[in-house]
């Protein structure tokens, strides 16, 4: 999985290409952390090009969710695929974790 930055104003966009599975080795979370360091609370996972999740990804995803809002943070996703999507609604965490259909910056 590769995880690239894409330097704006607001929100921060992080692109997350390839496959959110196990075994995880936690670029994601060390991403977000990194911006949350930086200051930058507003958090966008364009999911766009990740072509694959599973029950590891999602642990993925919340603990940069709960990274980001002990911060006073904000985390969302935007442009997942409509296969990954619906994982993450089974899994239960649109309940929780904002989807929205635009990684543009504000």
Partial sequence: MA???EPCTHPSVLD???RLQAPVN???IQRVQTRLFRGERRIL???SRLTAIDAAGVG???QAFNATRAAGGELRVAHA???VLRF???AGVLRFLTAGPSAQCQ
């Fill in 3 to 5: 995880v690239i930055f």
């Fill in 16 to 18: 997350v290409d390839g």
């Fill in 26 to 28: 936690s670029t994601l």
């Fill in 45 to 47: 996972l364009n999911l």
């Fill in 60 to 62: 993925e995803l919340i």
């Fill in 81 to 83: 695929t409509s296969r």
């Fill in 88 to 90: 993450l609604e089974v």
